[in-house]
């Protein structure tokens, strides 16, 4: 299996424009999770999906953070608009409920400028 | 509130020795704990878990110890070598749905110098 893959690996925007990273889960893993990896915060729960449900945003930082799960095998988080304050790397992670091990995707290395 | 936390952000050792890292948590809901390995640049990979029921789990040169009564967990490597340097992780899961959803702690910098 490939792993959790995530793109793009590394974006540099400016103040204002949208973005949106991507996931892929590994296939067959039920849940689906966003962190995000700051110095000041460390690892932080944004959001996690069950069998593509949305089950507790509450991590979300505020109503610019949105993510998707359209089906079992993507989902976006998108940031609308950014702000330099939500420079940071961001990580896809998948699990099979059975397992209780989450597996992490490489991370999307996100500056905002 | 209820955290987890490390007790030390870095910790140096030479190539050889044991490490050991450690961690405190306060949830006493907790029930299953795992050590996750960030290496630079990539996405924190599983080292071993443990289960409140235990308080002792062994892998290959690395041991987690639990001890419930003063919640605390720690991560012992044996003969530490260089490619062991990272960012390591604990994280206490609690149950939520049938699921475990993992609560992770600042993390400790391993070095180890050759």
């Known amino acids: 299996d490939a792993g959790v893959i995530q793109s793009p690996r590394h974006e540099v925007t400016e103040m204002g424009q949208e973005v949106t990273l991507r996931c892929k889960p590994i296939?067959?893993?039920?849940?689906l999770f966003w962190y995000r990896q700051t110095m000041m915060r460390g690892l932080e729960l944004l959001i996690y999906?069950?069998?593509?449900?949305?089950?507790?945003d509450s991590g979300m930082p505020e109503d610019r953070f949105s993510a998707k799960m359209p089906n079992a095998s993507f989902s976006t988080l998108k940031i609308q608009p950014s702000e330099p304050r939500d420079s940071a790397v961001y990580f896809c992670?998948?699990?099979?409920?059975?397992?209780?091990?989450?597996?992490f995707g490489e991370g999307s290395w996100l500056t905002v400028v | 509130g209820e955290n987890v936390g490390l007790h030390l952000p870095t910790l140096s050792v030479q190539e050889g020795d044991n490490s050991i890292i450690n961690c405190a948590y306060s949830?006493?809901?907790?029930?299953?704990f795992i050590w996750y390995k960030q290496e630079s640049g990539k996405g924190p990979q599983f080292i071993i878990d443990?289960?409140?029921?235990?308080d002792k789990r062994q892998g290959q040169r690395v041991t987690v110890l639990l001890n419930k009564t003063v919640k605390h967990l720690s991560l012992q490597i044996a003969a530490t070598q260089p490619g062991d340097s990272a960012v390591y992780f604990c994280?206490?899961?609690?149950?939520?749905?049938?699921?475990?959803?993992?609560?992770f702690g600042r993390g400790t910098s391993l070095i180890v110098h050759p």
């Open positions: 994280a206490e899961n609690i149950a939520q749905g049938g699921s475990y959803i993992p609560t």
């Open positions: 999906f069950n069998n593509n449900v949305p089950i507790d």
């Open positions: 992670a998948s699990s099979f409920y059975i397992d209780n091990t989450i597996y």
């Open positions: 296939s067959g893993h039920d849940y």
């Open positions: 949830n006493s809901a907790s029930d299953y």
């Open positions: 443990i289960r409140s029921n235990m």
